[in-house]
C-alpha cells in the first residue's frame, strides 16, 4: 500500500505550520546556522513500526540536505532499545521537525500494534480485522496505512467507496428493502452495498434485499452464529460494536468475516519512540 507522496507532504506542511508558525523562539534564537548533529529514533516500547518514511521525510521538508541512515522498515516488530534509524543534518532541522515526526510515527506505530494485536488474536478463524471511518481529520490515509502495517485491512475510505446504510439511513428512509432497491437503481455497478442491521429480522430483510455487506450491530454471540446459518455465504458479514482485546476472539468463532474496530484509529495508545541528539 503505497500513499501519494503529494498527499504526505500536504500533511506534514500543515503540521510544521501548525507547530512554527514563522519561527521558533527557542531555536533560532539559541542555535547557529552552520550547527550540524546527529540524532537516533530510539524505540522505548515493543510493537510494530509504522511510519519511519513519513517521520523522516518531516525532516528533508525542512531541509533537502538531511540524511538518513534506516534499520528498521514499517511492518518491522522492534522491541525497547532498538535503533530505528539515525539522522544527519543541521541541528535546528533536527529540533525544529523533532516533535511533529515523532507525533506521526508513534500515531501509526501504535494503530499497527493494536491492528497486529487484534489479527493475533483471531487468527485460525474466518475473521479479517477492520478500522472504521471513525478516525481524526485530516489523518485518515495514514491511520488507514498503519492498520494494513499491522495485518488488518481497509474498510471504505469515505463515503464515496461505497454505500452504508446505517440505521438512520433506514430510519429516515422508512424501509430497509425499498431502500436498497433505490439504490441499486442509482448507483453504478461498481457500488457495493453494505446494510447495517440490529436484529436477525432486519438481518432477513438485507439478505432478502440483496445486500453485498450486512453488519451485524452489537449483536451477541449466539445472535451472530445464528446470522452466519442464515447467510450461509450470500453476503459478507461484519460485526461491529462492543469489540475489545477480551472478547474479540470469542466474535470471530461465530464465524463472521469481518471485525470491525473504531477504536483502531480513535482512542489507540501511541506507540513510545524517543529522539535523542548524540
Same mark, same amino acid.
Given at each position: 500500500?503505497?500513499?501519494?507522496? @503529494?498527499?504526505?507532504?500536504?500533511?506534514?506542511?500543515?503540521?510544521?505550520?501548525?507547530?512554527?508558525?514563522?519561527?521558533?523562539?527557542?531555536?533560532?534564537?539559541?542555535?547557529?546556522?552552520?550547527?550540524?548533529?546527529?540524532?537516533? @529514533?530510539?524505540?522505548?516500547?515493543?510493537?510494530?513500526?509504522?511510519?519511519?518514511?513519513?517521520?523522516?521525510?518531516?525532516?528533508?521538508?525542512?531541509?533537502?540536505?538531511?540524511?538518513?541512515?534506516? @534499520?528498521?522498515?514499517?511492518? %518491522?516488530?522492534?522491541? #525497547?532499545?532498538?535503533?530505528?534509524?539515525?539522522?544527519?543534518?543541521?541541528?535546528?532541522?533536527?529540533?525544529?521537525?523533532?516533535?511533529?515526526?515523532?507525533?506521526?510515527?508513534?500515531?501509526?506505530?501504535?494503530?499497527?500494534?493494536?491492528?497486529? #494485536?487484534?489479527?493475533?488474536?483471531?487468527?485460525?478463524?474466518?475473521?479479517?480485522?477492520?478500522?472504521?471511518?471513525?478516525?481524526?481529520?485530516?489523518?485518515?490515509?495514514?491511520?488507514?496505512?498503519?492498520?494494513?502495517?499491522?495485518?488488518?485491512?481497509?474498510?471504505?475510505?469515505?463515503?464515496?467507496?461505497?454505500?452504508?446504510? #446505517?440505521?438512520?439511513?433506514?430510519?429516515?428512509?422508512?424501509?430497509?428493502?425499498?431502500?436498497?432497491?433505490?439504490?441499486?437503481?442509482?448507483?453504478?455497478?461498481?457500488?457495493?452495498?453494505?446494510?447495517?442491521?440490529?436484529?436477525?429480522?432486519?438481518?432477513?430483510?438485507?439478505?432478502?434485499?440483496?445486500?453485498?455487506?450486512?453488519?451485524?450491530?452489537?449483536?451477541?454471540?449466539?445472535?451472530?452464529? &445464528?446470522?452466519?446459518?442464515?447467510?450461509?455465504?450470500?453476503? &459478507?458479514?461484519?460485526?461491529?460494536?462492543?469489540?475489545?482485546?477480551?472478547?474479540?476472539? %470469542?466474535?470471530?468463532?461465530?464465524?463472521?468475516?469481518?471485525?470491525?474496530?473504531?477504536?483502531?484509529?480513535?482512542?489507540?495508545?501511541? @506507540?513510545?519512540?524517543?529522539?535523542?541528539?548524540?
Amino acid at each position: 500500500m503505497n500513499l501519494p507522496q @503529494f498527499y504526505i507532504d500536504d500533511l506534514i506542511k500543515r503540521a510544521i505550520t501548525e507547530d512554527i508558525n514563522y519561527i521558533d523562539v527557542t531555536t533560532d534564537y539559541l542555535i547557529e546556522d552552520d550547527a550540524t548533529s546527529c540524532a537516533r @529514533f530510539v524505540s522505548k516500547d515493543e510493537g510494530i513500526l509504522a511510519g519511519i518514511d513519513v517521520a523522516l521525510r518531516v525532516f528533508t521538508l525542512l531541509d533537502d540536505k538531511t540524511e538518513f541512515e534506516v @534499520f528498521k522498515k514499517d511492518g %518491522d516488530t522492534i522491541i #525497547k532499545g532498538d535503533i530505528i534509524a539515525r539522522i544527519k543534518g543541521k541541528t535546528a532541522t533536527l529540533l525544529k521537525g523533532e516533535r511533529t515526526a515523532l507525533n506521526l510515527i508513534q500515531h501509526m506505530s501504535g494503530i499497527a500494534t493494536a491492528t497486529h #494485536k487484534c489479527v493475533e488474536l483471531v487468527a485460525g478463524t474466518n475473521a479479517a480485522i477492520a478500522e472504521t471511518r471513525k478516525t481524526l481529520p485530516g489523518l485518515r490515509a495514514l491511520q488507514k496505512y498503519a492498520v494494513v502495517v499491522g495485518g488488518g485491512r481497509n474498510h471504505r475510505f469515505n463515503l464515496s467507496d461505497a454505500a452504508m446504510l #446505517k440505521d438512520n439511513h433506514i430510519d429516515a428512509y422508512g424501509n430497509l428493502i425499498n431502500a436498497v432497491k433505490a439504490l441499486r437503481e442509482k448507483t453504478g455497478h461498481m457500488v457495493k452495498i453494505e446494510v447495517e442491521t440490529r436484529n436477525l429480522i432486519e438481518l432477513g430483510e438485507a439478505l432478502t434485499a440483496g445486500a453485498d455487506v450486512i453488519m451485524l450491530d452489537n449483536m451477541d454471540y449466539a445472535t451472530m452464529k &445464528k446470522a452466519v446459518e442464515m447467510t450461509a455465504g450470500r453476503a &459478507k458479514l461484519e460485526a461491529s460494536g462492543n469489540v475489545t482485546l477480551d472478547n474479540i476472539r %470469542d466474535v470471530a468463532l461465530t464465524g463472521v468475516d469481518i471485525i470491525s474496530l473504531g477504536a483502531l484509529t480513535h482512542s489507540v495508545n501511541c @506507540f513510545d519512540i524517543s529522539m535523542r541528539i548524540d
